[in-house]
């Protein structure tokens, strides 16, 4: 049961599996689904203690909830609600037509009324796009510049992002409606084992000042290209907006998502910390056990459920830096080291691109190094000679779960987002640079006049 599952169609654990994992509590008469509350009296691994009792009895009571029940999901699913505006406006941009449609349920369906307003809303922009792709594309049959060339490929590479929504954006959204229905069934999960609903301290907040974040970083970002970059008309930011606004939405909704999973990872190894400090039992330990694995498909799940849509994201602005910088460049050894707006035109592009990678993998980072790290200190520091032999054997069980289960984001096995994905995008980077300034080098040399190479020679003789 330990073992990760990769497949598409096993991406959770099921209600009954994590039924059955309670099992065990059953049998040593720590949760029952009847309480007799006349009986005051009750052992508990050999004592009377109220408290215990007390706990047993609230546990028998969280006990009936089912995560597989759409109305309970829906009263538990905090993070749902305090993210559902960015949710709004990802399909008010066409980009993920998902919906709510029933309580406790995210669902995706082609004929529904938020995919056909995607339908329509992409119609639109696309005519759009294409228009100001054929002006923008105009500029390399009219200009013989270098640097002119070099912008018109940036604005170019940042129309691709619109043709790909359909395939990075409601090709996935099937498996991100899936995805989302995770989180209230772990919620659910979460207060059975725990007795405490899982809550995400000022995320709510966070979510308005991202939402609003992302669209005026994107009217700054496309007035200040318009202004710097000669040629880039102001009408011709009309066919940007949405694509830069998605972009920038798309590095909000990671970090939403790894946010919450290092908020639940803490709860949770919050909670097993107080917990073993009151019972330090087999079956709650093994109630945690089957808890935590669901936590880690959930991150499992993340990668999974949006690896179309981030591995693209990592390509465009790795090809977006390079050719950025490469401009930048390219204009100081032609012209020097006078800034000129152009060259500040190239550099916010690289800051923007560059800024968005690493939130990218900075998030994945924290988020993976939370997973694991409070439940293992805990399970590590219980003194082994203090419970009994069933208890020892579960404990043994959990770490092993955790070392077959690592804590990692991984894109389909294609990458695994962490800072080492942003520091050989970085080492890349650099490669492409030198091989290209290389090919710089050499056309400069080519136009130097014989008559200047023909003199060098000779006082080099001299």
């Known amino acids: 049961m330990e073992q990760r599952n990769d497949s598409p169609t096993r991406m959770v654990i099921k209600e009954s599996e994590f039924d059955d994992s309670l099992g065990y509590a059953l049998l040593r008469r720590e949760m029952g689904a009847v309480w007799d509350t006349s009986k005051d009296e009750r052992m508990i691994n050999g004592t009377m203690d109220p408290e215990l009792i007390q706990r047993a009895k609230e546990r028998a009571i969280r006990a009936e909830l089912n995560s597989a029940d759409g109305d309970t999901c829906e009263t538990h699913d905090q993070f749902y609600r305090d993210h559902k505006l960015l949710l709004v406006l990802f399909r008010g941009l066409a980009v993920m037509p998902i919906t709510r449609s029933v309580p406790g349920r995210i669902t995706f369906s082609w004929r529904s009324a938020a995919s056909i307003y995607a339908f329509c809303f992409y119609i639109v922009s696309t005519v759009i796009v294409l228009v100001v792709g054929y002006e923008r594309i105009k500029v390399f049959q009219t200009t013989t510049k ?40 772990f919620q659910v999960r979460y207060y059975r084992v725990t007795g405490t609903s899982l809550q995400f301290p000022h995320l709510k907040m966070l979510i308005v000042f991202f939402s609003i974040g992302c669209l005026v970083c994107a009217i700054v970002f496309l007035l200040s290209l318009s202004f710097l970059l000669e040629g880039f008309a102001l009408w011709h ?90 401009g930048a460049l390219s204009e100081i050894i032609d012209h020097g080291f006078g800034f ?42 219980i003194n082994l000679l203090k419970v009994d032999q069933p208890t020892q054997k579960e404990i043994d069980l959990f770490i092993q779960a955790i070392e077959m289960n690592p804590a990692i984001v991984s894109l389909k096995g294609y990458a695994e987002v962490n800072r080492e994905l942003l520091t050989s995008s970085i080492a890349t980077i650099a490669i492409y640079l030198i091989v290209l300034l290389q090919f710089k080098l050499s056309l400069i040399s080519q136009q130097i006049p014989a008559e200047i190479i023909e003199n060098v020679k000779l006082l080099q003789k001299q």
Not at 354 to 366: K, M, Y
């Open 340 to 381: 000129s707006f152009k060259e500040i035109g190239l550099i916010v592009d690289t800051v923007y691109c560059s800024t968005l990678l690493f939130i990218f993998c900075d998030c994945s980072h924290n988020a993976t190094l939370q997973v694991a790290q409070g439940v293992q200190d805990t399970l590590l520091s």
């Open 146 to 185: 270098f640097d002119e060339y070099i912008y018109g490929i940036l604005f170019v590479i940042f129309l691709v992002p619109h043709f790909w929504i359909p395939f990075v954006g409601w090709g996935v959204a099937g498996q991100v409606a899936i995805y989302k229905t995770m989180w209230g069934a």
């Open 237 to 326: 930011t009309s066919a940007y907006y949405h694509i830069i606004t998605m972009l920038n939405m798309n590095s909000a909704l990671w970090y939403i998502n790894s946010r919450g999973i290092r908020v639940a990872s803490s709860s949770l190894s919050r909670c097993f910390r107080q917990d073993v400090a009151i019972e330090c039992t087999a079956a709650m330990i093994s109630r945690y056990r089957f808890l935590w694995l669901n936590l880690s498909e959930l991150l499992q799940a993340l990668g999974n459920a949006y690896a179309r849509t981030y591995s693209t994201y990592c390509l465009f602005m790795f090809v977006n830096i390079t050719v950025a910088i490469y």
